[in-house]
């Protein structure tokens, strides 16, 4: 006949090692880079979050803290910095190639002008004109 017999695990030693936590490989890990491309695009923390409708708390922590993003913010933030979502890993060149794109939030505002009646755009126009010939003096020391 069958005996009930009742397993009782082993005490565990309180000496055993705890997991360590994840080191990235030699390179930057996810959060510079993040910083790095969030601040070649020209967004700070507080924009890039609003840009995303989340905190400004998380992006910090991603910044910071965490080497793995959920996957699913990967591919929202690789649209809005203008990159990929390999460049953010750190898996490949962090340009796009061929098709130069904007920012979201620069195209949502250009598509805004574009809706402006003709004499409020062609105003917003020459003053962009103006900031661009500043630029273009103050950089190359030369007119447009």
């Given at each position: 006949?069958?005996?009930?017999?009742?397993?009782i695990?082993q005490?565990?030693?309180?000496?055993?090692r705890?997991m360590?936590k994840?080191?990235?490989p030699e390179?930057?890990?996810?959060?510079?880079r993040l910083?790095?491309?969030?601040k070649?695009?020209g967004?700070?923390?507080?924009?890039?979050a609003?840009?995303?409708d989340?905190?400004?708390?998380?992006?910090?922590y991603?910044?910071?803290e965490?080497?793995h993003?959920?996957?699913?913010f990967?591919?929202?933030?690789a649209r809005v910095?203008g990159t990929?979502?390999d460049?953010?890993?750190g898996q490949?060149?962090?340009?796009?190639?061929g098709k130069?794109?904007?920012?979201p939030?620069l195209?949502?505002r250009l598509?805004?002008?574009?809706?402006l009646?003709?004499?409020?755009k062609q105003?917003?126009?020459?003053?962009?004109?103006s900031?661009?010939?500043?630029?273009?003096?103050?950089?190359?020391g030369?007119?447009?």
């Open positions: 006949m069958y005996e009930n017999r009742i397993y695990p005490p565990t030693s309180i000496t055993s705890p360590t994840y080191i990235a390179g930057e890990g996810f959060g510079e910083a790095q491309l969030r070649a695009a967004y700070t923390q507080e924009q890039l609003a840009e995303l989340i905190s400004r708390r998380r992006i910090a991603y910044e910071a965490s080497d993003p959920p996957v699913g990967l591919a929202d933030l910095l990929t979502t460049a953010l890993l490949a060149a962090t340009a796009r190639k130069v794109s904007l920012s939030r195209e949502r598509k805004q002008i574009e809706r009646s003709p004499k409020p105003q917003l126009l020459s003053i962009i004109d900031f661009i010939d500043a630029e273009q003096l103050r950089g190359n030369r007119a447009p």
